[in-house]
């Protein structure tokens, strides 16, 4: 007789991981509040990547590359979190070698010619794909995108201010440079696109930009080159069901007490999400760091509702995602146990993140609106 492996929704699940710079680190951190859950092998090539992340997962067995990776047998998952530019061809990796369920950080793709191997990627794959936009999983964006329709009457426009600090330190400075990222508005903006699609329920039809490069990283020259990534812009967004969206981008602008302020407004009135920075940002002589708020401003009677959201220190001590990475990962873990049956976050809904803001980077260098 020969013995089954125990269901996938009773046994630990474990993950293979493509990459631990930063964010790599952050979904390890987040992994290991999950019950039932284990990194199996790493693939990093980085060695002071790798001795951060050995000292999140010290029983990992990291590998020299992606086929090795592939080759271990106890995976029931991929987390792929490198670079941007290397997202489709490790996708295609895995297709080829071992199509297990993945979740892929966002950006899913950068340069626009890739776009038409992602879509046969989409179609072929067997397996679930989650691209990771972590900012639908904020409980305050949450919240708001819960409570919008009553608050609202229905979405007529939508805004969303990100006012925040400059790009980090990564790996390489793979970050600094637009053939590397796709540009900022796609490397830094596709969570917010993608947000604006799903509060809008319709997709893209017309983009309009102003942006560039002002402040950040002129001073910095990394093996002879300059950084070219924008640090600021306006976007418009035109829907095809004729609701409006706009993102107002600056990233020297980590003094501000909230890091992105959305709005949503419809006949009925209008909803307000407050988010703060990362905690660790937060400067100590101020005291504790300000909890996430929802407001709602109803028409008639007219006055505030304010909503603290408080999110579990435990959480955001592990991340600067306000929380959103863990509840990401929750849902990923149960669509790897079966106990969902497809991704929130789908590969169209990656490929219209980027594409918005592939249009947004061209409308600010070319001057001109973009029609999708």
Same mark, same amino acid.
């Given at each position: 007789?020969?013995?089954?492996?125990?269901?996938?929704?009773?046994?630990?699940?474990?993950?293979?991981?493509?990459?631990?710079?930063?964010?790599?680190?952050?979904?390890? #951190?987040?992994?290991?509040?999950?019950? *039932? +859950?284990? !990194?199996?092998?790493?693939?990093?090539?980085?060695?002071? &990547? =790798?001795?951060?992340?050995?000292?999140?997962?010290?029983?990992?067995?990291?590998?020299?590359?992606?086929?090795?990776?592939?080759?271990?047998?106890?995976?029931?998952?991929?987390?792929?979190?490198?670079?941007?530019?290397?997202?489709?061809?490790?996708?295609?990796?895995?297709?080829?070698?071992?199509?297990?369920?993945?979740?892929?950080?966002?950006?899913?793709?950068?340069?626009?010619?890739?776009?038409?191997?992602?879509?046969?990627?989409?179609?072929?794959?067997?397996?679930?794909?989650?691209?990771?936009?972590?900012?639908?999983?904020?409980?305050?964006?949450?919240?708001?995108?819960?409570?919008?329709?009553?608050?609202?009457?229905?979405?007529?426009?939508?805004?969303?201010?990100?006012?925040?600090?400059?790009?980090?330190?990564?790996?390489?400075?793979?970050? #600094?440079?637009?053939?590397?990222?796709? *540009? +900022?508005? !796609?490397?830094?903006?596709?969570?917010?696109?993608?947000? &604006? =699609?799903?509060?809008?329920?319709?997709?893209?039809?017309?983009?309009?930009?102003?942006?560039?490069?002002?402040?950040?990283?002129?001073?910095?020259?990394?093996?002879?080159?300059?950084?070219?990534?924008?640090?600021?812009?306006?976007?418009?967004?035109?829907?095809?069901?004729?609701?409006?969206?706009?993102?107002?981008?600056?990233?020297?602008?980590?003094?501000?007490?909230?890091?992105?302020?959305?709005?949503?407004?419809?006949?009925?009135?209008?909803?307000?999400?407050?988010?703060?920075?990362?905690?660790?940002?937060?400067?100590?002589?101020?005291?504790?760091?300000?909890?996430?708020?929802?407001?709602?401003?109803?028409?008639?009677?007219?006055?505030?509702?304010?909503?603290?959201?408080?999110?579990?220190?435990?959480?955001?001590?592990?991340?600067?995602?306000?929380?959103?990475?863990?509840?990401?990962?929750?849902?990923?873990?149960?669509?790897?146990?079966?106990?969902?049956?497809?991704?929130?976050?789908?590969?169209?809904?990656?490929?219209?993140?980027?594409?918005?803001?592939?249009?947004?980077?061209?409308?600010?260098?070319?001057?001109?609106?973009?029609?999708?």
């Amino acid at each position: 007789m020969t013995l089954q492996p125990p269901p996938l929704r009773s046994r630990t699940i474990t993950y293979g991981v493509i990459g631990c710079g930063m964010m790599g680190q952050e979904h390890l #951190r987040n992994i290991a509040l999950l019950p *039932g +859950t284990a !990194v199996g092998a790493i693939f990093e090539p980085d060695a002071a &990547m =790798r001795a951060r992340a050995a000292a999140l997962v010290p029983d990992a067995r990291f590998v020299d590359s992606i086929e090795a990776l592939l080759a271990q047998p106890d995976l029931d998952c991929l987390l792929i979190a490198s670079p941007n530019h290397r997202h489709v061809e490790q996708l295609q990796a895995a297709a080829a070698r071992r199509p297990l369920p993945v979740l892929v950080e966002k950006p899913l793709f950068t340069d626009p010619r890739d776009l038409a191997a992602v879509q046969a990627l989409a179609a072929d794959y067997p397996a679930p794909v989650w691209v990771a936009m972590e900012y639908r999983y904020m409980p305050p964006v949450a919240r708001l995108l819960e409570m919008a329709a009553d608050a609202t009457g229905g979405i007529r426009m939508f805004s969303i201010r990100e006012h925040r600090f400059p790009f980090l330190s990564k790996v390489g400075n793979w970050n #600094r440079f637009n053939n590397q990222t796709g *540009g +900022t508005f !796609v490397e830094k903006c596709c969570h917010f696109f993608d947000l &604006m =699609r799903l509060a809008m329920g319709s997709d893209p039809v017309r983009v309009m930009a102003t942006g560039g490069q002002a402040v950040n990283h002129l001073d910095e020259s990394h093996d002879g080159r300059v950084p070219d990534i924008f640090d600021h812009g306006y976007v418009a967004v035109d829907f095809a069901n004729g609701t409006r969206a706009m993102l107002e981008l600056c990233m020297f602008a980590e003094g501000a007490r909230w890091q992105e302020e959305i709005s949503a407004v419809g006949p009925r009135g209008k909803i307000e999400a407050f988010v703060p920075g990362p905690t660790r940002f937060w400067p100590d002589h101020l005291g504790a760091p300000p909890v996430a708020q929802v407001v709602v401003s109803p028409r008639d009677p007219k006055g505030p509702q304010v909503h603290e959201i408080p999110v579990d220190p435990t959480l955001l001590e592990a991340g600067d995602h306000n929380g959103s990475t863990f509840y990401q990962h929750q849902r990923f873990l149960e669509l790897v146990r079966g106990q969902r049956t497809a991704p929130e976050v789908t590969v169209l809904d990656g490929i219209w993140a980027v594409r918005m803001g592939l249009a947004a980077q061209t409308a600010m260098t070319e001057g001109r609106v973009i029609d999708l």
